[in-house]
């Protein structure tokens, strides 16, 4: 009889002690989550998330805004060119400082020449065609002065074509040639001479022909500014050594020309003054500087009078 009521002590002391580790379980949970964890199967059907939902809010991440081009193989619209547009020819954007010397025929003369030189193109050729740079950039150029870069064509084809310029302003009515036939498998060097008579900021467009019939155009952007030459030091201070016997002093001045052609200074000056520059006048290159020195002779009488 003793050891019954033993046993069911025990056991009752064992479920006491269960339930009130349970119920500290739950207690603690409710602290965290305020909500008591799912206890048994219903619970846990109706609470997926097992007591575990911390109120975090969904995070809010920013998309970038930038609106891209889309890039496509072949031109849309049935593999047609887009006409007066250009976006459907590969544009070249590493040529703008080469030259291309060698220059092709101006017109088609041979049977094989016409024939290729006067069909129109479908949009899978003329992605064969390279043409570039769209954007030619002269940067400050000299009044007066004249500077050429390369509008390129690549011709990947496997027949002629024929690429014929149209260009309106007198800025660059210098630029030749004007009409080129590029063989297949060839490239041909457009010469674009941009000169200007005054100060201006200039931005134009030349438009291009593909076979007469393929339209396309590239823009040309120039500050053309006046002559200047940057000069080392503005002002000059001359002096003596307290112990010099000298009768004149020279100073050095560093004449740079930053621009893109050579420009001539000459210097304006009274012959029997206390200052003489030498040389008199000089040219300096593009790019490039030139030295030159001014000598002061202070007025009074010399050690031989």
Known sequence: MIRQNNNRASEWLKQERTMRETKQ?????????????????????????????????????????????????????????????????????????????KKWKSEPTTQAELRDCSEELSGESLQKIGAGPHKLDFGNVFVYSQTTQSFI???????????KLVIEQDELKR???????????????????????????????????????????FSVVANARPVVLDVSNRVLKFSFDDHSTDMSTSKELIIENKGNASAKFKWLFDSNGWYIPTPVEDEVPAGGVRKAKITFTPPGPKPED
């Open 25 to 101: 379980r739950r207690e603690k949970k409710m602290k965290i989550t305020n909500k008591a964890p799912p206890m048994d199967l219903e619970e846990f059907k109706s609470d997926p998330d097992l007591g575990m939902k911390f109120g975090l809010e969904e995070p809010k991440i920013k998309l970038p805004t930038d609106v891209e081009p889309l890039y496509v193989e072949k031109p849309i619209g049935q593999y047609e060119p887009v006409h007066k547009q250009g976006t459907n020819i590969q544009t070249r954007r590493d040529e703008e400082v080469r030259i291309i010397r």
């Open 153 to 163: 064509v690549t011709n990947d084809l496997r027949q002629h074509i024929y690429v």
């Open 175 to 217: 630029s030749s040639p004007m009409s080129q036939v590029i063989p297949p498998g060839q490239e041909a060097g457009f010469d674009i001479t941009f000169m200007s008579e005054r100060e201006k900021d200039f931005r134009g467009t030349v438009n291009y022909f593909i076979n007469e019939v393929h339209q396309f155009r």
